[in-house]
């Protein structure tokens, strides 16, 4: 079996879907990010890959730099 093959038999099982947040999981899947079940919405992340849990907490890292920033902008001194 081909990987892109494991890779379709991953995403059509409904059991790595609808973890926290709706992220698809899948170890077995190389992907970062897959097509969902239903193409009309879009993509998701692999969560099981490393490279899309270091995005998602680089992502709210950022939002909370981008918070701090302006709650300090905000606060008359």
């Known amino acids: 079996m081909t ?3 494991i890779n379709e038999r991953e995403r059509n099982d409904p059991a790595n879907w609808g973890r926290p947040l709706g992220f698809y999981h899948s170890r077995a899947d190389n992907r970062l ?4 079940p239903q193409p009309w919405m ?16 680089l992502f709210i890292l950022l ?8 709650v300090y902008l905000v606060i008359p001194k």
Request: charged residues 20%.
């Open 3 to 5: 990987q892109d093959e």
């Open 42 to 57: 879009g993509w998701s992340l692999n969560m099981a890959n490393p490279l899309a849990r270091a995005l998602v907490g």
């Open 63 to 70: 939002l909370c730099l981008l918070a701090a920033i302006v």
């Open 33 to 36: 990010r897959v097509r969902k």
